[in-house]
């Protein structure tokens, strides 16, 4: 897997010299240059190739993030990889730039002389000198004073190519966060992205809806109660015959009472103790379920009776019974109305989530019934009508707002990237984004949310201009250079081998220098 691509983030002042000079630091990385959203910069082509030289002078793999067309053609032209959001720079494979300087010898000319054919002609025009003793001797002494040379050079060579060295060295690191506030709009064009402002467009996704529900009826209609019956035996006080006459009254003792009538003409027996039974029905103030009284409750006689007989109700009264009908009221219609329109928007949730794109969210508090017509309502029944439950047939148009979080990222990367100072970097890897709370929701759709990125960075470090200002330097200089001049991590020192070490100095080749970058951000 390739290594992720270093991003720099540029800026409206920004130039040709502050670009180039921005990716000296990066060294044989690639590299993604991420132009501003609001304006354009390096316009020209002439910029663009000042920018492919310095990357090729400094091994590095370049690519541009912009939506300028002007950019992307003349980025086409110069054979330069253009995308036009950062996640898309990650995913896609890059170009490589055009890096050759001279033709290939393949392309010379067919008919080109050779060498060899030139010599006569060159020989001619210089004409043939003649050999003598003392240009033979200044020969002699030309060729032992270039085997001198040669060796010179060979020994110098040596002392170049022989010696070798390791530094280690680990940068200082830290953590960064941004928050942004980012609004999101339908009524914005798809192409419009304010990362100044934190806007961002937002896409409306609905779906017609139609959703059935029953509640019961919460009107009550009284209605005329069934008074209880049941049968009283009258018991003789005393020796004479006793006659109870339909109608008379009896009743309970205990709390309220409840009187009930005789419905029929009854006799009881001469003599103490007697008995006779008579049917009995509660009165019109007693009648509903009150009227229905356990055995032993009767106990009591109204009028000049209760000192000839006394009453009691051996079995218990039954069948009062309070009579009331339900019926629909204007609150059924209004509840029933809300419970639908929470159903509809519950399905229409999970019927419009999977029409989200990839890379994009549905926000659930932005679900709401746009559209909703009296004439697409039917109840069962009308308000007044007798009925123990109201059923509703209702259809709507549910929308719902969608964001693309890569849009809500690029302008949390945005503020993100105005933290790093000049001459850190971000490292891809430990970028992470967190969606945070919606703030604002408006009837439209637009929605206010918070989004919040953290990442690490860490102090970049230029290895070809280091290697350099090492070269030929003995350790002791070179720790204390490294130790004033590099931002290194908190607790950690520069470790420096060299190679032979009687040598008691480092390479004067730079190249020989090997510079080993520890940490989150090393190459």
Known sequence: MSESPE??????????????????????????????ERNSILQRKLDLVLVQREATRNNVRLALVTHDEEVADNARDLNISAFETVSSSRRKRWKRGRSRVFI??????INAPLPDDLAPYASRMRGEEPTTPRRRAFRIVSRIIFAAGLAAVLGFVLYLLVPSAQVRITPASRVVQAQAAISADPTLSLALVNVENGQIPAITYRAEIEERGTIPSSGVQPLSSIPAIGTTTFINRGNSRVEVPQGSLVSTSAGTPIIFRT????????????????????????????????????????????????VRNFTPTFGGENRIVRMVTEDDREALISVLRQQMQDRAFRELAPLAADGQFIIPETIRIVEERNDWMT?????????????????AVVAVTAIDEELAQ???????????????????????FQRGAVTAIDNTGSVIFEMSALADIQAQIDTAALQNSLSGKAPADAFAYLATTIDLADGTQPEITVNPEWIGRLPALPLRIAIEIEGANAP
């Open 263 to 310: 419905t029929a003409d009854v006799i009881v027996p001469a003599g103490a103790g007697q008995q006779a039974e008579a049917p009995i029905e509660a009165v019109p103030e007693s009648t509903g379920d009150v009227g229905n009284v356990g055995i032993g409750l009767i106990n009591s006689i109204v009028g000049p009776l209760a000192e000839q007989v006394d």
């Open 7 to 36: 991003f720099i983030q540029l800026y409206a002042d920004d130039d040709v010299i502050t670009v180039c000079d921005r990716m000296r630091f990066l060294r044989g990385k690639r590299v993604a240059l991420v132009w501003p």
């Open 379 to 395: 109840f069962s029944h009308e308000v007044g009508d007798f009925t123990d439950n109201l059923t509703l047939t209702m259809r």
């Open 410 to 432: 690029q302008i949390t990367y945005a503020r993100l990237g105005s933290q790093v100072p000049r001459g850190w970097a971000i490292d891809p890897d430990s970028l992470n």
């Open 104 to 109: 290939n010898r393949s392309k010379r000319p």
